[in-house]
């Protein structure tokens, strides 16, 4: 799950300055689960506006509120064609990538980021989330013991631990694990103590470029396939020549992916 905080109101507030009709669009996905900016998030920060709009004693800007099911989607932004004639600007509490699909889909208005995206992440405890994966495409995971070196050890060392830990603990914070004490304790456990012994060569960074992408293998329709993919049926080969197997969009995802009903 991406992860992301609020940004603080004032600076919310320098960011729509400029703007009198401002549309505040919350995420109903990623950004609702770690209360950053679903749509409780969101009437919450309509209100915190209007109350500062009023102790400043302006009355510049018009606000309307809207939640879609996910922003990184930009089929559900197209819910939002009639609204965004509307107004002079979007305040996305969707992620980062939330905040760019917005701005794809509607090039002629600002799209402006209400929230800090912080990391992707899971539930450690009720209202804490801890960042678990970096998304660096050359994941390792099946070779320390399902332990993510490069997100839960603060230096990223990929071959066991430095001679800063103590006592299990990190030297930066001594609230912060080892994480090369916990993949140690984990492939003891799982009777994998021969990996500690393997050498992990530095990470070639030229492999892994940005921005991005992935192209899926999807079918969309009967003899339809996505640009690339030469798909008809099962085993068909794509344009490299390499055999492939095409799956069906509803096999592959949510239906609520294809056909969007909020």
């Known amino acids: 799950m991406i992860v992301a905080e609020q940004k603080p109101l004032e600076e919310i507030s320098r960011l729509i300055a400029p703007y009198e009709r401002v549309l505040i669009l919350g995420c109903g996905t990623c950004m609702t ?25 302006s009355d510049v800007h018009a606000f309307s509120e809207y939640t879609v099911k996910r ?3 930009a089929e559900f932004m197209d819910l939002l064609v009639d609204r965004v004639r509307e107004i002079d600007a979007i305040l996305s509490l969707g992620c980062g990538v939330g905040v760019q699909v917005a701005a794809e889909r509607f090039p002629d208005t600002p799209v402006l980021p209400g929230v800090n995206t912080s990391f992707m992440g899971a539930v450690s405890e009720l209202g804490v989330w801890d960042e678990r994966c970096a998304a660096c495409g050359d994941c390792r995971l099946a070779e320390t013991a399902s332990i ?13 631990p430095c001679a800063g830990s ?44 940005r921005p991005k992408r992935i192209v899926s293998m999807v079918k969309t329709d009967v003899g339809e396939a996505q640009t690339g993919v030469d798909v008809g049926v099962t085993g068909a ?7 492939q197997t095409a799956y069906s969009v509803v096999d ?11």
């Open 166 to 209: 103590k006592n299990g603990k990190c030297e930066v914070s001594k609230d912060i694990d080892c994480a090369w004490i916990l993949i140690y304790q984990r492939l003891e456990r799982l009777g994998q103590l021969d990996k500690m012994r393997r050498y992990y060569p530095p990470r070639n960074f030229r492999t892994i470029p």
């Open 252 to 262: 592959k995802f949510d239906v609520d992916t294809v056909n969007p009903t909020v």
């Open 148 to 160: 993510c070196p490069i997100t839960r050890c603060t230096k990223g060392i990929l071959n066991g």
């Open 237 to 243: 080969k794509d344009t490299t020549g390499n055999t």
């Open 71 to 73: 922003q990184c989607d």
């Open 33 to 57: 689960v770690c209360g950053a900016g679903g749509e409780r998030e969101v009437s919450f920060l309509h209100s915190a506006l209007r109350v500062a709009q009023a102790r400043s004693g």
